[in-house]
């Protein structure tokens, strides 16, 4: 008999989680409410005694300081009250561990059949309520209808004994698992087949499918093992090897690439072998630290002489555009994994963010699933959940908005680990299957969450029904798993280990069965959820948390002992063989049986036409601006603009300090609020502190990492070649900025991009998108060689297109402007050394490094008017290399006070960030600053021109400082004045700028001041 605890606070406490929900009642849709209270809702369905019960509630679920807890309905006071919970199948993480809990306090172990359900009553008071504005705040702001359900219940039907009534969302199938066979009589058949099951197979790749199937030897083979036409579940691996996401077919394409359209073609073959694995491997033979690249889950860098460090990036871009915190938590849990299965395995250190949405107060026509606001909202919740939960920290995000993000927002997220140079006395990058070892699953269940959208179409609706293809990640389990696999990884006991990411066993298993050529798997071992799902479903379902590791047999106990002591369920489920087959059964029968090398031989290059055409052809000229007349207000204009204002209520929503390792801060300056260029982090391990009278202090010559992104979209409408050039080259400048090294520096390339398949009616600018790319590649290119900087890792996600409909049901479709993120990392070898961008202290001397240009193409000052221009910002590495490797220099000699680097909105922008930072006043004269034919005082300050960093310094140092700059732009516009006013003389030496510092500081937070 399922049992139903409501709890909530005592009604003389601050109920702060309604209080945030009223608040956004009214901010979002205009709602007035008196008054929200929570009330949280264990639906118990488990076979309990009544002293267990009150033992659970008591002990585990009540606060008895301060909750109040029934087993009846709480007699809490509302107008409406809304319950909401998840549908069957979604993951309750929180339902989970109070499972754990129940178990460890009863000393039970409940059935597979039993669990404990979470959900909400959220109990609403205000004075004209309406069921429509109940409804509104339901649907629009406390569910999603992909993975919750809810009730709305008005006060005059409220029944004070049955309450919301009993709901179980518990996934109930009743089906018999079976394998299908398909019919491949023609190519057209198979694309009928790949239509309707959601396969997306290329129309070009069928024909190889059906030769194989048809193939006389493979024919007979087939027979021996049972099976004639190709199974389901063969065709579904087939899919998922060959899908973009999975083997890259895009940046492996034939790319007829012209500019202009009188232009001769050239062919473009292969953007990741030219553009990304050609100068990688170059580097690699000049850079000793560049450890393993271009294979594994994530590459690998040389920390010290006794680890590592792990690196990747990816995007969880289209989950989380549907149920933004499902989609970003799964995003974040899954990057994580990523390091975890590289080599033997890394402990997880620090991970980032970078969230690109519509405008946050977006009130146009179109009607997204999500308005930005709520999106952005939920991506930084799962990010910060899947984060904060999991002990790792994070020091670094970025937050953009542009209206191209409406049709899909971009959710990029990045893992940072640590791993030891040799594990058992070998290499730890290192790692191979073997004949003979035990393939092994370890950490979550599998269930139709994960499993590409065909599943609901597929069965009858019941409200057993599991939800789709939309994931819940778990952090807490996956901590255990990390825990448990790091503690098997230093004794020795893991062979290989990678990740059930995309593609879930389907990938992890057929691609690490490549390295020993063969395997066997009982897909009947497979630990489910809940029973009734397909065999081909269990090969592919992407549920989260899980790793496949390879296991000798002789070492199987041990592994599976220390896999028990950290409650963390590991499964046998076949063995590696060399067999050249991928052999899966089920209850003993052949379901699938395929040729490993059957994914690397025949199918053709997917093939693209390019067409560029140049700002000129496009008809984009420089905007004629009348030099502006009142520059202050100008300037608090500029720094209030969304994507330059402060974003320190998101900032402070994550947790950086849980490994106690950050040196450089996400926040930084006087009242740490200003936000840093980069991250630095130490590890604890190599003795970077030491304990002193109780304290911790930090040692001289202790190494870190430096890690830093940037994005710069908005150059994209101009050129992806400048967009590229200038995001890598800003990146660099973060990392120099906090006293990273320029010989040092390892780069992870995060692509994303709107469709580039030509098609006249739904893809007409098919062609140039496409040019663009080629565009955007050699620029990574010519940056990462000029700045000798390997790609350590990487990913692409295409497709970043959306169709929105209207404010009249018409369908618009919203493509994302041409996107890449550009991460770097490196070691520096004294942390003490390392310098953050405030102004320290007055007297210092001002100065600008690196040439300004008339470059306000696509520029904020351009945007803040309504303009785009054409003169984007271009990269000039012969130049900047000398400017770089100078303050690299200065850093490690203790020259500098503070350092920043000059990004998007210009030098006025960033000399108000470092006079903000220091909470001190700044006097500068702007007809001092290096420039290149350069005549307005407005270019001056919102130039974006690329290379450029502000550094303050001791006047004691100028000799020395100026001395290292010699010959180079470097030029000492001003000093830290003891006043409170940033003060700038124009070029022609009057005063054009005399406004208080913290009024500038108010103007950049006023934006989002009412979050934090």
Not at 200 to 229: C, H, M, T, W
Not at 343 to 361: E, N, Q, T, W
Not at 501 to 511: D, P
Not at 522 to 539: A, S, T
Request: net charge negative; charged share 25%.
């Amino acid at each position: 008999m399922p049992y139903q605890l409501e709890i909530t606070l005592k009604t003389d406490l601050f109920d702060a989680e309604g209080e945030g929900i009223r608040q956004k009642a009214e901010n979002y849709f205009g709602i007035e409410l008196a008054q929200v209270r929570t009330i949280r809702v264990l639906t118990i369905d488990v076979n309990l005694s009544a002293d267990h019960l009150e033992k659970i509630r008591t002990e585990i679920f009540t606060n008895p300081v301060t909750d109040i807890s029934s087993y009846a309905p709480l007699p809490v006071d509302f107008d409406w009250t809304i319950w909401v919970g998840y549908r069957p199948g979604v993951k309750d993480n929180p339902g989970s561990t109070a499972m754990e809990a129940v178990e460890d306090i009863l000393g039970i172990k409940t059935g597979p059949d039993e669990a404990i359900y979470t959900s909400k009553r959220y109990c609403l008071k205000g004075d004209g309520l309406t069921a429509k504005d109940a409804d509104m705040i339901a649907g629009e702001l406390l569910a999603n209808d992909l993975i919750q359900q809810w009730k709305i219940i008005p006060q005059k039907q409220w029944n004070p004994k049955k309450g919301t009534g009993m709901i179980i969302p518990k996934v109930i199938l009743n089906h018999e698992p079976t394998v299908t066979s398909v019919p491949i009589d023609s190519d057209a058949t198979l694309k009928k087949i790949s239509d309707e099951r959601n396969l997306a197979l290329n129309p070009n790749d069928i024909p190889i499918i059906r030769a194989y199937f048809l193939d006389k030897k493979v024919q007979a083979e087939r027979a021996l093992a049972g099976l004639s036409e190709p199974t389901d579940i063969e065709l579904e691996y087939i899919s998922q090897a060959r899908s973009d996401h999975c083997n890259h077919n895009t940046f492996q394409g034939l790319f007829r690439y012209k500019e202009g359209a009188d232009g001769s073609v050239e062919i473009v073959d292969n953007l990741f072998e030219t553009c990304i694995k050609a100068p990688t491997l170059e580097l690699k033979e000049k850079k000793p630290w560049v450890v393993s690249v271009l294979w594994d889950n994530a590459g690998a860098g040389r920390f010290d002489d006794d680890h590592y460090y792990v690196i990747t990036g990816e995007t969880h871009n289209s989950p989380s555009n549907m149920e933004a915190y499902g989609g970003a938590i799964t995003g974040i849990v899954g990057v994580y994994r990523d390091p975890l299965g590289t080599g033997k395995g890394s402990k997880l250190v620090m991970g980032s963010y970078g969230f690109c949405v519509g405008p946050r107060d977006y009130d146009g026509d179109l009607r997204p699933k999500l308005h930005p606001r709520r999106l952005l909202d939920g991506v930084i919740e799962g990010v910060r959940d899947g984060g904060n939960k999991s002990g790792i920290p994070t020091p670094f995000g970025q937050v953009l908005f542009h209206q191209g993000y409406m049709g899909k927002c971009l959710v990029f997220v990045t893992a940072v680990g640590i791993m030891p140079a040799t594990v058992d006395g070998k290499p730890a990058e290192q790692k191979t299957t073997s004949p003979g070892e035990m393939v092994i699953m370890c950490g979550g269940r599998v269930g139709k969450d994960g499993i590409h959208g065909v599943t609901a179409s597929s069965e009858v609706f019941s409200e057993n029904t599991p939800a789709g293809h939309v994931q819940i990640g778990d952090p807490y389990t996956q901590k255990k798993m990390h825990d448990f696999l790091l503690e098997a990884r230093d004794e020795g006991l893991i062979q290989f280990i990678t990740d059930n990411g995309g593609g879930g066993l389907s990938s992890s298993v057929g691609e690490s069965a490549l390295f020993s050529n063969g395997c066997e798997i009982q897909l009947e071992k497979v630990p489910l959820k809940y029973e009734g799902l397909d065999q081909w479903e269990i090969w592919i379902s992407e549920s989260q948390e899980r790793m496949t590791v390879a296991v000798r047999p002789e070492d199987i106990q041990r592994f599976l002992s220390l896999s028990e002591k950290h409650a963390v369920e590991s499964t046998v489920i076949g063995t590696y063989a060399d067999s050249g087959k991928l052999h899966i059964t089920y209850n003993g029968k052949t379901c699938a049986y395929v040729n490993l090398d059957l994914l690397k031989s025949g199918f053709p290059q997917w093939e693209f036409d390019a067409e560029w055409l140049s700002p000129h052809d496009r008809g984009m000229t420089e905007p004629v601006l009348s030099e502006p007349r009142d520059y202050d207000r100008l300037l608090m204009d500029m720094l209030s603009r969304p994507n330059i204002c402060s974003k320190e209520w998101i900032t402070r929503q994550y947790d950086h300090e849980v490994q106690g390792t950050s040196v450089i801060k996400p926040l930084v300056g006087e009242d740490r609020d200003v936000n840093s260029d980069a991250a630095v982090i130490s590890k604890l391990e190599t003795g970077n502190w030491k304990l002193e009278t109780g304290n911790l202090k930090l040692e001289t010559g202790g190494k870190g990492l430096a890690f830093s992104q940037a994005l710069l979209p908005a150059y994209s409408v101009i050129d992806a070649y400048h967009m590229t050039s200038c995001t890598i080259d800003e990146a660099v400048r973060r990392l120099i900025a906090v006293g990273g090294n320029l010989e040092h520096i390892g780069g992870v390339d995060n692509f994303c991009w709107p469709n580039i398949q030509y098609h006249p009616e739904n893809n007409p600018d098919g062609k140039f998108k496409a040019a663009q790319l080629v565009r955007s590649c050699r620029a990574l290119r010519d940056m990462c060689m000029a700045y000798e900087i390997p790609l350590l890792s990487g990913k692409d996600s295409m497709y970043v297109d959306g169709h929105l409909p209207g404010k009249y049901g018409e369908t618009h479709k919203v493509s994302a402007p041409e996107t890449l993120q550009f991460s770097c990392i490196g070691v520096i070898d004294d942390i003490t050394k390392c310098v953050t961008m405030d102004a320290k202290i007055p007297g210092d001397l001002v100065y600008v490094l690196g040439a300004t240009r008339d470059e306000l193409g696509a520029s904020e000052y351009y945007e803040h008017f309504g303009h785009i221009g054409k003169n984007v910002p271009g990269v000039f590495p012969d130049q900047f290399i000398p400017v770089y490797k100078g303050l690299c220099h200065a850093i490690k000699e203790e020259l500098v006070a503070s350092v920043h680097g000059i990004y998007r909105g210009g030098l006025g922008v960033h000399l108000a960030m470092v006079a903000m930072g220091g909470n001190i006043g700044m006097n500068v004269d702007l007809s001092l600053v290096p420039a290149e034919q350069v005549s307005r005082n407005d270019v001056i300050l919102f130039s974006e021109s690329a290379g450029r960093f502000i550094v303050t310094i001791d006047p004691a140092n100028r000799k020395k400082f100026e001395t290292i700059f010699k010959g180079m732009p470097c030029a000492c516009i001003g000093e830290i004045t003891n006043g409170s006013d940033f003060i700038a003389k124009g070029i022609d030496k009057r005063t054009l700028l005399n406004v208080p510092v913290q009024q500038l500081k108010t103007a950049w937070k006023s934006p989002f001041a009412g979050l934090i």
